[in-house]
């Protein structure tokens, strides 16, 4: 990515201005906490109150609804809002990235995040739709590792220590759940030609591009494109 000029086009641009003034100004507000791997994640959809379907907050002791205020305590919500921190987490690392290359923002944050994971330290989990170790499926470990992975490629920062284990580790995971032509499928070969990326893996990175080829040629049918609610879901 050409950074210099993508900082002139944020630059000379108003909109893009304020864009990336609305992430400094996320980027200063988010303090991130990272689970460690004592205890599993859980479906962020438990998340949401069983009356009304709001949202949860976070309230110390357990967990409160946003419209109604009924209060929820233990598992599955302890479960999901750790899912919800560590999708803080790779936002946070994200918004990191932008402001190390066209903010001037020193790396410390990112680094701070990334060297958080001892990723083989979480067990594997999982009984929704496959297996994930950080999160509690395998869509759910895909988007988040796409995440830290993306942050440190933008970054350009050197990978900090355990980096490599860890997309080691979500190779190990992941692949084998690779299988039909469907949205979860595509986000897992994304993930994993992040992988290849910061392992130099050309082979994984070659079988990754196959198998996106695959998606695309059998996920179209006569009457468009199958997706689920929308069509960016994909990728």
Request: proline share 6%; charged share 25%.
């Amino acid at each position: 990515m050409n950074w210099e000029r993508i900082g002139r086009r944020a630059a000379g641009r108003p909109w893009a201005a304020r864009v990336l003034s609305r992430v400094e100004a996320e980027y200063r507000d988010t303090v991130v906490e990272i689970p460690g791997p004592e205890l599993p994640s859980a479906w962020t959809h438990h998340y949401f109150c069983d009356d009304d379907g709001a949202p949860l907050r976070f309230e110390g002791d357990g967990h409160a609804c946003t419209r109604c205020d009924r209060r929820y305590a233990g598992e599955p919500w302890d479960g999901a809002w750790r899912t919800r921190r560590h999708n803080e987490a790779a936002a946070q690392a994200q918004r990191a990235a932008l402001l190390i290359r066209l903010a001037g923002e020193p790396p410390g944050e990112l680094e701070r995040i990334l060297a958080g994971y001892d990723y083989l330290a979480y067990a594997p989990h999982g009984v929704n739709a496959g297996t994930g170790r950080v999160q509690p499926q395998s869509l759910d470990e895909a988007v988040w590792a796409i995440g830290l992975l993306r942050a440190l490629r933008w970054s350009g920062i050197a990978a900090p220590p355990g980096m490599e284990t860890m997309a080691s580790g979500v190779v190990d995971l992941l692949r084998p759940q690779v299988g039909g032509v469907h949205n979860i499928h595509c986000w897992l070969l994304a993930a994993l030609a992040e992988c290849a990326a910061l392992l130099r893996d050309r082979a994984l990175l070659g079988w990754c591009g196959q198998r996106v080829e695959e998606q695309v040629l059998s996920g179209f049918h006569p009457e468009g494109l199958w997706y689920e609610v929308n069509p960016h879901y994909h990728y």
